[in-house]
């Protein structure tokens, strides 16, 4: 039986040579929370056998994160470090590569006040605006991965022990990730491949809609003519290839801006900046959200609904096959990164 710790080296490994794609001399810069230092330690010697010139962590706590939210004053949440915003703005003209890991408790925010929740998005979104267009543009290599922490855990494991919780959570990223086969990255590589035939097939047929019906959804998503399906695979702009999302199951396009009408229920919650969104459903006219409904997380769902113009509008349709190793899990992770890959799923705003 393989242990966890070369489980847990193989997922680094993972991360250094299929997610970022490591080069030699490159810089890799990792966000990470306190709690995954141990994977954060395995992916840093990983990068530098592969020729990384630096690894350069920049550490977070949701402890720290829960406290400020709790008793800082309202302004804290109007304005965010422009020290922070040109420093990752430099690394990533200077072309590093950039490692983001998740895992935080999805109920983290679950008392704070939504208007803060939103006022500090709002805020480092407009800060990382210069940053965020190396990542939307694919400019850079980047990809997010997952460590979990005991509130995830006990979240997802909810009448396990915290050591229990935890252990069946990384079982469940592991096979989620392919960890668990021979050679993961090469299995990786056969499963790029695959995306990449069904992305080549959808660019044939070119359709001009998709519909979608299912309990509580009756919706048609009208395609741009000039649409193109991408696969979970990108290249940088110096002809790296990278994998954004790992996992990632999903081949997706984009919608054209006032071809969207009817409705749509979710089948999974949304974690949004430490926030659950559950039970939700969203009703388009000429391509905008023009009534919403959410059994929980109401208020933060309108705050990110109002966030600016292009929030109301879809930005990305993505298909996924309905058997995966995600799916086969048959877990609710209560994380974006996993549940978005184990169905079909639309994101809104800039995608």
């Keep these: 039986m393989t242990s966890f710790q070369d489980k847990l080296e193989k997922y680094a490994e993972l991360a250094v040579k299929v997610g970022i794609n490591i080069q030699p001399g490159q810089t890799l810069v990792v966000r990470t929370p306190l709690n995954a230092a141990d994977y954060v330690r395995a992916v840093a010697k990983k990068a530098y056998e592969a020729g990384a010139k630096n690894v350069h962590v920049e550490w977070s706590d949701e402890e720290l994160t829960k406290t400020k939210y709790e008793l800082a004053p309202d302004e804290a949440f109007h304005e965010f470090p422009q020290w922070v915003a040109k420093g990752y703005e430099e690394m990533a003209e200077n072309g590093a590569a950039f490692l983001s890991i998740t895992g935080s408790n999805p109920d983290l925010l679950k008392d704070a006040d939504p208007e803060r929740v939103s006022n500090a998005n709002k805020a480092s979104g407009k800060a990382m605006e210069g940053f965020r267009s190396y990542i939307m543009s694919d400019k850079i290599s980047w990809s997010i991965v997952a460590v979990p922490s005991v509130g995830w855990a006990k979240k997802v494991f909810p009448n396990e022990s915290e050591e229990h919780a935890v252990e069946k959570l990384w079982e469940a990223i592991f096979a989620a990730t392919r960890i668990n086969e021979e050679d993961p ?167």
């Design 185 to 351: 990255v090469s299995a990786w590589q056969e499963h790029l491949t695959a995306l990449d035939d069904k992305m080549k097939a959808l660019n044939d047929k070119h359709y001009h809609a998709l519909h979608y019906t299912s309990e509580g959804t009756d919706l048609v998503i009208e395609l741009p003519e000039t649409h193109l399906w991408v696969s979970g695979g990108s290249v940088n702009k110096d002809g790296v290839s990278f994998v954004a999302n790992m996992p990632t199951e999903e081949v997706f396009t984009s919608a054209k801006k006032t071809g969207v009408n009817g409705t749509v229920s979710s089948t999974k919650p949304l974690n949004y900046g430490g926030t659950l969104i559950n039970n939700f459903s969203l009703t388009f006219k000429d391509g905008k959200v023009i009534d919403f409904k959410a059994e929980e997380g109401y208020e933060t769902l309108k705050r990110l609904l109002d966030t600016d113009e292009g929030a109301r509008y879809i930005g990305e349709v993505a298909l996924v096959p309905h058997q995966s190793p995600i799916s086969d899990t048959n877990i609710l992770f209560y994380n974006t990164l996993f549940d978005e890959n184990a169905s079909n799923h639309l994101a809104i705003g800039s995608a």
